[in-house]
């Protein structure tokens, strides 16, 4: 079964709490992401989510160039270790309500997972399950 470690990216693209919400717009969408984790040095201090920018933002009619992502961030995010199962992460986010999960491990941010690539991979899997099952009924014939 996989974990959250084995989906993470190896890079990690972040911001920061004082960058302006101009900015992390557009690295969001350089880098096609629906959202950010805002680091201070290493620590996490929240996640900027496109739906941040639309309900903070963009609906209340501000401009991202005045602003800093602090201003729009959710603050002090949930988060989890990169030893935790798909499976449990996806049952973790649905229950909360979350769309995305920062992992993290000894207080470093490693990536930040959505629901949609732990249904991917669930998806994934049961594919595969599928197929396994698939060759050893043709053996059986």
Known sequence: MKTL???????LVSCEPTDSVLAVARRMREHRLGALPVLEGEALVGVVTEGDLLAKVVA???RGSDLRVSEVMT???MTAPPGMHVDDAADFLRRRGFRRLPVVQDGRVLGLVSLRDLFDAEAHDMMDENYRLKMLMMQGD
């Open 5 to 11: 470690g084995d989906m993470i990216r190896t890079t």
């Open 60 to 62: 209340e009619d501000r």
């Open 75 to 77: 603050k002090s995010p």
